[in-house]
């Protein structure tokens, strides 16, 4: 691929040959026409004209032959020079109007179309920027549909995940108001019931304020030295008996040492009541559920595992997704499929790695490694 400086060089002295050898070529066909129609033509062409152009009508002849000479050769210099410049011209403005085109699709909204390569280097180059910017814009074109989309099934989903816990508030006051709660026992369930479908509300509202800040990136983190491991003993002591009321047994196996992180207390609580939240909700009957921490390299490495009914592989590469819900509509389970989505963005921020194993009808692990700080 040559570039347009090389190009212009080359038609440069193309022409200057070309033209030489044009003029050369017409000189040399007048003086042929002089030599045979001219009396004596060939003689004085080869003595030299001035030695006959003493007459006047001599001098006139010689006149028109120079003339015609300077008109043919100036003819053919222009020529060669006008058709080099419009073949240089052509191919540079057949590349300019490739361009208009692009320009003008993607004004459109038109972004399906490739722009072609063209022969010189410096306007390849440029085609292939203006590519680029087609093919990124397309990129964020295709997240922004994506973006749109999730924002339509978050507000599908949350209008899904509150209608149930809303109906059933609605309901048990309508029973409060009528009379139906007529004793102690009857009120203090209504009540309880009434509290935990709030809880629920609670939950779903806290979920979407928090991917809100995510996306946004308005989520305000209190970053201090943190001991892991006296953080993550108090947080399992108080799932045990979250756990037990569901009938699961909760082991946890964590090391005595002391490891401190820097971390924000409340933003891991949340990530730690998002998993142990999934292992209980997932979980087979009669289960268990696993908290475990050990020392790894120059960070903690945690795990939060359970027996339950795991994910399937097709699945594997979507549960960090914002919206993932696995086969919750089949299964009966509630959910907006945001709390993995999020856990994964607050440990990251922590600069910390989380990832999952998982094998169907097995159970599910999920690991958390988060870097080891001196205080």
Not at 126 to 149: P, S, T
Request: with cysteine.
């Amino acid at each position: 691929m040559k570039s347009l400086r090389e190009r212009f060089i080359k038609t440069t002295i193309l022409m200057a040959l070309i033209s030489t050898a044009l003029v050369i070529l017409v000189t040399l066909l007048l003086l042929f026409i002089f030599s045979v129609c001219e009396p004596d033509g060939f003689q004085r062409i080869w003595l030299g004209s001035s030695v006959f152009v003493g007459h006047h009508d001599d001098r006139n002849k010689f006149a028109v032959y120079a003339v015609l000479w300077a008109v043919t050769a100036i003819s053919t210099v222009l020529i060669t020079c006008t058709f080099s410049s419009a073949k240089l011209s052509r191919d540079i403005l057949k590349a300019v109007k490739q361009l208009q085109q692009a320009a003008e699709k993607i004004t459109e909204g038109d972004l399906n179309f490739e722009v072609m390569a063209c022969r010189d280097k410096e306007l390849n180059d440029l085609c292939n920027a203006f590519d680029e910017i087609r093919k990124k814009l397309k990129e964020n074109q295709n997240q922004e549909l994506k973006n749109k989309e999730e924002r339509n099934m978050l507000m599908a989903n949350l209008s899904h995940d509150m209608r149930t816990p809303i109906t059933s508030i609605k309901g048990y006051l309508e029973g409060i108001k009528d009379g139906v709660a007529n004793s102690p026992e009857k009120m203090d369930k209504y009540l309880d019931t009434i509290y935990t479908k709030a809880i629920i509300l609670q939950k779903l509202v806290d979920n979407m304020t928090e991917y809100a800040e995510l996306e946004l990136g308005r989520m305000q983190y209190a970053f201090e030295f943190l001991n892991i491991t006296e953080f993550l003993c108090q947080l399992t002591e108080s799932y045990k008996a979250e756990a037990e009321e569901q009938g699961l047994k909760m082991e946890s196996r964590i090391v005595s040492e002391e490891l401190t992180i820097v971390g924000d207390k409340s933003k891991l609580k949340r990530v730690f009541d998002n998993l142990i939240s999934n292992a209980i909700k997932y979980n087979k009957e009669g289960g268990t559920i696993t908290i475990s921490m050990e020392k790894e390299r120059n960070g903690a490495l945690l795990c939060i595992s359970d027996t339950g009914k795991g994910i399937k592989e097709k699945d594997k590469n979507k549960v960090f997704d914002g919206f993932y819900r696995g086969d919750a509509a089949r299964s009966n389970i509630k959910g907006n499929g945001l709390g993995l989505g999020i856990s994964k963005q607050i440990v990251e921020s922590h600069r910390g790695k989380i990832w999952i194993k998982s094998e169907e009808n097995v159970g599910t692990e999920v690991y958390i490694y988060l870097p080891l700080r001196s205080s």
